[in-house]
Nanobody
Framework: QVQLGESGGGLVQAGGSLRLSCAAS????????MGWFRQAPGKEREFVAG????????TYGDSVKGRFTISRDNAKNTVYLQMNSLKPEDTAVYYC?????????????????WGQGTQVTVSS
């Protein structure tokens, strides 16, 4: 079992930055690939970024490439999402997720555990 808790969301102006954190419980954090997803009102949940066990591989959704960076600190059981050059269309609830898989997955139904989400609002 893994429990996830996101933090760091908030209100920011367009062009600004935010850093989301996701703290995980359990001693096997390194065994899980981690992902960030987001869901805006009236829209489907969207893959944002994923990271491999050791952090050596990352994958990004097309809409955030070049602006967002995912990283993890396995000693702290934490995964991060650094979001720069934010746009109003980045407004959504952001979720972190964990999957005991050997490679990064883009589909939300491949993930086993989810956090409660944190709201990110970008004003124009």
């Amino acid at each position: 079992q893994v429990q996830l808790g996101e933090s760091g969301g908030g209100l920011v102006q367009a062009g600004g930055s935010l850093r989301l954190s996701c703290a995980a419980s359990g001693r096997t954090f390194i065994s899980y690939i981690m992902g960030w997803f987001r869901q805006a009102p009236g829209k489907e949940r969207e893959f944002v970024a994923g990271i491999s066990w050791t952090g050596g591989r990352t994958t990004y959704g097309d809409s955030v490439k070049g602006r967002f960076t995912i990283s993890r600190d396995n000693a702290k059981n934490t995964v991060y999402l650094q979001m720069n050059s934010l746009k109003p269309e980045d407004t959504a609830v952001y979720y972190c997720a964990a999957a005991r898989k050997p490679a990064i997955k883009l589909a939300d139904n491949d993930y086993d555990y989810w956090g409660q989400g944190t709201q990110v609002t970008v004003s124009s």
